[in-house]
């Protein structure tokens, strides 16, 4: 091969290899745009562009009575486009930049006015279009600062870009802030906010933003592209004045019995709506806080307010009677002995017995009468759904522990005597009121409701009713023995000193729990629970109601722990709900004078007589007129006015005397009260204007 050959070999291969490998690029190229370009622009535009999710306004909780519990407001991030189109020439901008800047330090107050001059005209230089202002800035803020220089020269003209986040705050503060509850992120759901979540949170919009030089992302456009729409809104059963009323009561007796923690649940009987519900934690000496939901999830021993269920199967079984006596002297069983705190008071009625809470007498009469068959009372129990959650519409509900003879945990001669008088057992606050609640409610046993309707732009959209549990508990007989043993406790027995009130019966237990220390058991340290449960007014039942005060130190018997708030809260609800007052008997008496009136204006007059179904005789014309006590109702006589004179106001209240007067250019001095029984002016003789005129009222 010579030379010239070799050479052109050479340049051929090269020149082959150039072109296959243009060929490969273009191919490439061609496969890039074409096949996947989708693909690759898709990843270009999110590296560049993107959309984010915009927050909807949360949904409300109301009250009962109407009042907001929970709401969310608007919070702002302040940004700003230091090239908009309103500044975008440097003329203006640094007309007015140290105008802003020195509003800015005033209303800010976080730098001097040249630190935020400094601040913009350097971030002018750097032709930022997103400088962070301010966070955490209010709707009334944000107004303020619209007004600001440059900022006031419009939406789109001045730069201001308001980035809105929403936060939610408790209008009440603490009050049923438990109940209310929150919902966040990688926690656990709470109270309301928790369980109802998915309406309130509404329907989340979506922005489009753009990443700028800094890694930082900004709003493409100035409005949303795709609105979020708001949450609906949850009307609870809580009456906001009855939470005040009990939250407060039961935070006193805890600060005095410095006490670990306690709850109160208030419940309207017919309906099962909680009007109020507390609970609170010791944080520190006489400092305690909602920490945790003692009242639905704070499982322990009831002690002796479960002592109701105990007679309502022995009476429903009949192998008792209020009446039948009982030895209330220490009652041995294998391996323990059961005795009465305050000591044997003999050998006594079964109503006294409950009424003096007895705990050596409800233990002999349950295991004399289930010994043999011990299944048949833990059957009642189960039969009233004791042993089942209630199905709380918020979250957290402790499940309650009922033993029966088929648990390996039985023991045949201790487990039923000592449940007969609430141990060996695990119920919640919430469980045990709901079960007093069914006695007051006539035998139906409805469960608890927190939530009453859910609202959508004003229209209801969901409305919630009482589930009913179990429709009658017990004869009606047994339930009749059962509320006149309860009301005894109060006017006979252990709440007589205390929770009895002469103005309307309450009905109620009293319950003194030794409860055990977590894995230590009964008898490593002794920690008591005070609680009573109950109803009022007795006769006509409209609201249940529970206190539980856990770990009491100065003193633990429930009627004196548990029994002072339970008065104090129902006191008040009575003294403030008119529907509950007892009518006041009418009571007529002979031949008497007609009500007093005061002289004044006739038409004021006539109005009263006509409410009160009075007689009065209106002859006269006149405006003003004064009354005569007649044995056939009422007379009315003319109260004359001249001009010029003293006008006569004897026998007038003290407004239309004073108004007289004054209209008639006489200046009013007053003594004493009621209606004018003497004037120093003469009626009838002529004034002088500004003269002073004595008013006596009596």
């Known amino acids: 091969m010579n030379i010239r050959t070799d050479i052109l070999l050479r340049v051929y291969i090269a020149f082959g290899l150039i072109l296959l490998f243009a060929f490969a690029v273009l191919f490439k190229l061609f496969n890039v745009q074409l096949v996947e370009g989708k693909k690759w622009r898709a990843m270009a535009d999110s590296l560049s562009t993107r959309y984010v999710k915009v927050e909807a306004v949360r949904g409300n909780i109301y009250s009962v009575d109407g009042s907001l519990l929970a709401t969310s407001v608007p919070e702002y991030e302040l940004r700003m486009d230091l090239l908009a189109g309103g500044i975008e020439k440097d003329g203006v901008f640094y007309e007015k930049v140290d105008s802003l800047a020195e509003k800015m330090s005033r209303f800010f107050g ?18 930022a279009r997103y400088l962070l202002i301010k966070r955490n800035v209010t709707h009334q803020e944000l107004n303020e600062i619209k007004k600001f220089p440059i900022f006031n020269m419009g939406r789109y003209q001045g ?35 928790g369980a109802y979540g998915d309406f309130m949170n509404g329907e989340t919009g979506r922005r489009l933003m753009q990443r700028i030089a800094g890694g930082t992302w900004m709003p493409v456009n100035k409005d949303i592209e795709i609105a979020p729409k708001d949450g609906s809104d949850i009307i609870s059963t809580i009456d906001i004045n009855m939470q005040d009323v009990a939250q407060n009561a039961l935070l006193k007796q805890l600060i005095k019995s410095d006490a670990d923690h306690g709850c109160v649940i208030l419940m309207e009987v017919a309906t099962g709506e909680v009007r109020a519900i507390a609970n609170y934690t010791r944080t520190e000496k006489g400092e305690y806080k909602e920490k945790f939901n003692y009242a639905i999830a704070g499982n322990q021993d009831p002690g002796s307010t479960f002592k109701v269920a105990s007679y309502m199967a022995l009476l429903e079984d009949n192998m008792v009677d209020t009446n039948t006596m009982v030895e209330t002297g220490n009652y041995k069983i294998p391996g323990h002995i059961i005795k009465d705190s305050h000591g044997s008071i003999g050998t006594v009625s079964v109503k006294k017995a409950f009424e003096e809470s007895s705990n050596a007498a409800v233990a002999k009469l349950v295991n004399t009468a289930y010994r043999e068959d011990q299944e048949r009372f833990t059957d009642h129990l189960y039969r009233w759904h004791l042993n089942e959650r209630l199905g709380l519409q918020i979250p957290g509900e402790a499940s309650p522990v009922i033993k029966n003879p088929s648990n390996k945990s039985w023991n045949k001669n201790m487990t039923l005597p000592q ?12 469980k045990m009121l709901s079960f007093y609640n069914a006695i007051a409610n006539n035998g139906k046993y409805v469960a608890p409701i927190f939530v009453r309707e859910i609202r959508r732009l004003g229209t209801t959209i969901e409305k919630f009713n009482a589930r009913v549990l179990n429709d009658k508990i017990c004869s009606d007989v047994t339930l009749r023995k059962m509320r006149e043993m309860l009301e005894g406790v109060v006017k ?17 237990k009293t319950g003194t729990a030794q409860v055990a220390d977590g894995n230590k058991g009964y008898r490593v340290k002794r920690q008591y629970q005070a609680s009573f449960c109950g109803y009022f007014p007795a006769d006509h039942p409209k609201y249940s109601l529970i206190v539980v005060v856990n770990g009491p130190k100065n003193g633990y018997y429930a009627a004196q722990v548990a029994g002072p708030p339970f008065r104090e809260i129902a006191d008040k609800i009575y003294a403030n709900d008119v529907e509950m007052y007892t009518p006041v008997q009418e009571h007529f008496v002979g031949n008497t004078r007609m009500p007093p009136s005061k002289a004044g204006y006739k038409q004021a007059t006539q ?16 405006e003003l ?6 044995n056939n109702g009422i007379a009315v006589k003319e109260v004359k006015v001249y001009p010029g004179a003293v006008p006569d106001v ?24 009621g209606k004018v029984v003497k004037q120093s002016l ?10 002073p005129i004595i008013l006596e009222l009596k």
């Open 159 to 193: 730069g201001l870009i308001a980035v809105q986040k929403n936060k939610r705050i408790l209008p009440f503060k603490s009050l049923a802030a438990r109940t209310i509850g929150y919902r966040n992120e990688h926690v656990q759901p709470v109270g309301l906010e």
């Open 492 to 508: 006979e027995g252990t709440g007589k000193g205390i929770i009895y009130n002469p103005l309307y019966k309450v009905a109620g």
């Open 607 to 622: 109005t009263v007589y006509k409410a009160l179904g009075i007689k009065a005789f209106f002859a006269s014309n006149s």
């Open 682 to 691: 003469e009626p009838g003789s002529k004034i002088v204007k500004g003269h």
């Open 625 to 630: 007129v004064n009354t005569i006590d007649t």
């Open 110 to 127: 976080d730098k001097s006015e040249r630190e935020y001059a400094a601040m913009l005209r350097q971030a002018r230089k750097d032709r």
């Open 419 to 430: 449940m007969a008088y609430g141990y060996e057992m695990q119920l919640t606050p919430l």
């Open 650 to 673: 004897s026998g007038m209240g003290l407004k239309d005397a004073v108004f007289l007067v004054s209209n008639s250019g006489l200046r009013p001095v007053i003594k004493g009260y």
